[in-house]
């Protein structure tokens, strides 16, 4: 294994782990090129690409992650290919398609990644895990409802006892169980799990890490659903401060806080419904797709 690249990949996560984006991608852009400049090793080229789609897909650049996941699969396409490797990639780019709503796309895809991965004797449970924590995501946003929940249900156990109750996999499974609350017309119900998932991605990543924002946004759709307005403007000004610094106003999340920042009104009485103010005075919720790394 290249050393240097592999450190250059540890120094790429560290960087996304404390929501230094722009160095991540940055490093990793390096890293890449030196790994085409010389004989380099394929395998880590692929996991390198695969890291920086997922940077790009966070950024909101989502054709440049399309253009570095299709050339990870261009790579896997030569034999000998790491059915894990395969996976992930498969993984992300569903991921990918659902950012961009591709729904059915989205769900082939994820499916046919878990397929990958399990069709193996032996393969990495908690990425399979992740997997269908991605796959239901996705069937929240099609309508498959009942899967999804069972999924959630099923990951979100594994997950607790494989890492304990404060992970960002646990927050992440959380936050796409609090949007199929929401969906199902429950919005007190969903503010519950929504609420879980901000502190805990608040207590492993910080106040101001770009993954909280799709939380911030889904649990400001659930005070609006119960009139505490002035929660929602709380919950997306913070989510616009960590969001307009790193990302074009085009970047879905943050079009929809814009959005639904214009429509509050210009006055809005003090108080709240239990939302907790921590760090900082599109029509629906987000669900969020998990990173899969290779």
Same mark, same amino acid.
């Given at each position: 294994?290249?050393?240097? *690249?592999?450190?250059?990949?540890? *120094? #790429? ?30 395998? !880590?080229?692929?996991?390198? =690409? ?7 897909? &966070? ?9 570095? &996941? ?25 991921? !990918? ?14 499916r046919v990644g878990i397929a990958v ?10 990425a399979l895990v992740a997997d269908e ?5 996705? %069937? ?15 990951? %979100? ?8 109750? #404060? ?9 796409? =169980?609090?949007?199929? +609350? ?5 919005? /007190?119900?969903?503010?519950?799990? %929504? ?6 991605? #608040?207590?492993? %990543? ?10 911030? &946004?889904? +649990? ?5 659903? #119960? ?8 919950l997306l000004t913070w989510a616009v ?12 999340? &943050? *079009? /929809?806080?814009?959005?639904? !920042? *214009? ?30 790394? !290779?």
């Amino acid at each position: 294994m290249d050393q240097k *690249a592999d450190n250059a990949l540890h *120094a #790429v996560r560290r960087h996304a782990a404390e929501g230094d984006y722009a160095s991540a991608v940055s490093t990793a852009a390096a890293a890449i090129e030196a790994l085409d400049a010389g004989p380099g090793d394929r395998d !880590l080229l692929v996991v390198m =690409l695969n890291e920086l789609g997922m940077l790009f897909k &966070y950024l909101g650049r989502l054709d440049e992650a399309e253009h570095l &996941y299709e050339r990870s699969l261009s790579l896997l396409s030569t034999p000998p290919t790491r059915a894990g490797d395969l996976a992930a990639v498969l993984h992300n780019q569903a991921g !990918l398609a659902h950012v961009k709503r591709d729904l059915g796309r989205a769900e082939r895809l994820a499916r046919v990644g878990i397929a990958v991965r399990t069709a193996q004797p032996r393969f990495d449970g908690r990425a399979l895990v992740a997997d269908e924590a991605a796959l239901a995501a996705i %069937l929240i946003d099609s309508g498959s409802w009942a899967e999804a929940e069972r999924l959630l249900e099923s990951c %979100l156990d594994h997950q607790r006892r494989e890492y304990g109750s #404060v992970h960002h996999e646990v927050a992440v499974t959380l936050h796409n =169980l609090g949007s199929l +609350l929401f969906r199902q017309g429950d919005a /007190a119900a969903a503010s519950i799990p %929504l609420q879980e998932s901000l502190s805990i991605k #608040v207590t492993c %990543l910080g106040e101001d890490h770009l993954d909280l924002t799709p939380t911030l &946004y889904n +649990l400001a759709s659930c005070c609006e659903a #119960v009139g505490d307005l002035a929660s929602v403007r709380h919950l997306l000004t913070w989510a616009v401060s960590i969001l307009r610094p790193q990302v074009p106003s085009s970047q879905a999340t &943050y *079009a /929809a806080c814009l959005r639904k !920042l *214009a429509r509050l009104p210009a006055e809005i009485p003090a108080g709240g419904n239990g939302v907790e103010r921590v760090g900082h005075d599109r029509t629906g919720v987000t669900n969020a797709s998990t990173r899969r790394d !290779l």
